[in-house]
C-alpha cells in the first residue's frame, strides 16, 4: 500500500491487488488506518455513486440556471436518499463480514463500538 499526501492536504492511499483483503477478515488483519476491503458489491457501488454523481451536477445545474427552490430542494432530497442507500448496503457488508468474524473470534468489543459510531454519524 502506497500513502501519500496530495496538493489539497488530503490522504490518498493507493494499492497493488494483491494486499485486497477478504471483506470477513477486514478488522483483524492489519492496523485500522491501513484497513483495505474490497466491497462485494464493488460495480454496483460505483455506479450508484456515479449517478449520484450526476444527480448532484443537476443540482449544480439548476442553481446555475436560477430553477425554483423547492425543485432543487427535491432533487437535494433524492441525492441525499441515494447516499443513504449506498451507505446501508455498505454498512450491511461490513456487519456480514467483518463484524461477525471480530465477535466470533474475540466477542468484538471493539469493532461494535466502532459500528455503533457510525450508525450514530449516519443517523445525524
Given at each position: 500500500m502506497i500513502q501519500h499526501d496530495s496538493r489539497d492536504g488530503r490522504r490518498r492511499v493507493t494499492r497493488d491487488k494483491q494486499q485486497v483483503t477478504d471483506p470477513a477478515a477486514c478488522t483483524q488483519c492489519v492496523p485500522q488506518h491501513d484497513r483495505v476491503v474490497e466491497q462485494p458489491h464493488k460495480k454496483a457501488l460505483i455506479n450508484r455513486v456515479r449517478r449520484i454523481e450526476g444527480q448532484v451536477g443537476?443540482?449544480?445545474?439548476?442553481?446555475?440556471?436560477?430553477?425554483?427552490?423547492?425543485?432543487?430542494?427535491?432533487?437535494?432530497?433524492?441525492?441525499?436518499?441515494?447516499?443513504?442507500?449506498?451507505?446501508?448496503?455498505?454498512?450491511?457488508?461490513?456487519?456480514?463480514?467483518?463484524?461477525?468474524?471480530?465477535?466470533q473470534e474475540d466477542g468484538g468489543e471493539e469493532t461494535m463500538e466502532e459500528l455503533l459510531g457510525i450508525i450514530r454519524k449516519l443517523i445525524r
Open positions: 443537476g443540482v449544480m445545474n439548476m442553481i446555475e440556471n436560477d430553477r425554483y427552490c423547492v425543485d432543487i430542494l427535491t432533487q437535494i432530497s433524492a441525492v441525499k436518499s441515494a447516499l443513504d442507500g449506498v451507505a446501508i448496503q455498505i454498512l450491511s457488508s461490513h456487519a456480514k463480514g467483518c463484524v461477525r468474524k471480530a465477535v
